[in-house]
């Protein structure tokens, strides 16, 4: 197999050219180590002598482009990732929402939802909010580009750094919201109930996604370039209710978007388009 200082430019910029058409991910030379580390392990199980190989099984085997996006898309993530956002969303948004908007179902949209976690917050927050306020209703939306971390995230077990991080700031809601399984954690049909999963690329309009009242796009745009973050922003604006909220994560920020979403606080905008 190829080592790292063989492969050639040309071989890596046709790998980054990959990565961009089937992510959006905008990578560069610096990033080669980072995706050489992630391609090998597949290089090795498919058994072929080097990365150019690769490239080619690529182009031939549509179906190889599935295990592509899973190799070379970062998937960190936790629970009540950010707790500013989380006091927001529960101490100030669910509130305001349900005093103007009654019993009207919330629409979320955890638009990279990665492994879940993200969603089962949000999900939590809600029923924690349904449990003081019983005519309230909540769906959320979880997507991502990733099958195998779709998959993860559906079937809501959680181990390890993941669930002892809850346990560790949330003791109350690990214990009210799920049970013992295995080595570690699944998620109770409860919370799970309000969840649904499905595959989406960013990147691509946003027509069957329906239309939100929080949008919670974090720590993803950092993936793509300042051309890529304008298509994601615009396709998920049309995807949004007029007033609805967009959250971004701790290292993004909208303000050389000039697109329709109004400042409102630190990471948290509102779509001021109207239909
Ligand atoms: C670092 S995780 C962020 C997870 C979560 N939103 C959070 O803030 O903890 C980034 C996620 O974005 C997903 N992703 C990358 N490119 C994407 C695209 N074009 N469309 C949809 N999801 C994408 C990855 O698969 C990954 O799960």
């Keep these: 197999m190829d080592n790292e200082r063989e492969v050639d430019q040309a071989t890596r910029r046709a790998f980054f050219d990959q990565v961009r058409r089937h992510t959006?991910?905008?990578?560069?030379?610096?990033?080669?180590?980072?995706?050489?580390?992630?391609?090998?392990?597949?290089?090795?199980?498919l058994a072929l002598p080097g990365y150019r190989d690769y490239l080619h099984v690529l182009e031939a085997k549509p179906e190889e482009v599935r295990d592509f996006i899973d190799?070379?898309?970062?998937?960190?993530?936790?629970?009540?990732?950010?707790?500013?956002?989380?006091?927001?969303?529960?101490?100030?948004?669910?509130?305001?929402?349900?005093?103007?908007?009654?019993?009207?179902?919330?629409?979320?949209?955890?638009?990279?939802?990665?492994?879940?976690?993200?969603?089962?917050?949000?999900?939590?927050?809600?029923?924690?909010?349904?449990?003081?306020?019983?005519?309230?209703?909540?769906?959320?939306l979880a997507t991502d580009i990733g099958d195998a971390i779709l998959r993860k995230a559906a079937a809501a077990r959680y181990q390890g750094r993941s669930i002892e991080g809850l346990g560790q700031t949330h003791p109350d809601l690990l214990a009210r919201y799920f049970s013992a399984a295995d080595d570690g954690f699944v998620a109770d049909p409860a919370l799970r109930a309000n969840v649904t999963f499905r595959k989406h690329n960013l990147h691509e309009a946003a027509r069957d996604i329906g239309t939100m009242d929080v949008t919670l796009l974090r720590n993803v745009l950092i993936y793509f370039d300042a051309a890529g973050q304008q298509v994601v922003l615009e396709n998920v604006r049309r995807a949004m209710a007029p007033d609805g909220v967009l959250i971004v994560g701790e290292s993004e920020s909208l303000s050389r978007f000039d697109m329709g979403f109004a400042f409102e606080q630190p990471l948290i905008y509102r779509n001021e388009v109207r239909p």
């Design 71 to 140: 190799l070379v898309t970062t998937n960190e993530t936790s629970f009540f990732r950010t707790p500013r956002i989380w006091e927001y969303f529960a101490g100030q948004f669910l509130p305001r929402w349900f005093e103007t908007h009654g019993g009207t179902p919330l629409r979320v949209w955890s638009a990279a939802a990665s492994s879940g976690e993200e969603a089962y917050t949000v999900a939590m927050l809600c029923e924690e909010f349904r449990g003081r306020h019983p005519a309230f209703r909540y769906r959320i």
């Design 24 to 45: 959006g991910i905008a990578m560069s030379e610096r990033k080669w180590a980072l995706l050489e580390g992630r391609l090998r392990r597949r290089v090795r199980e």
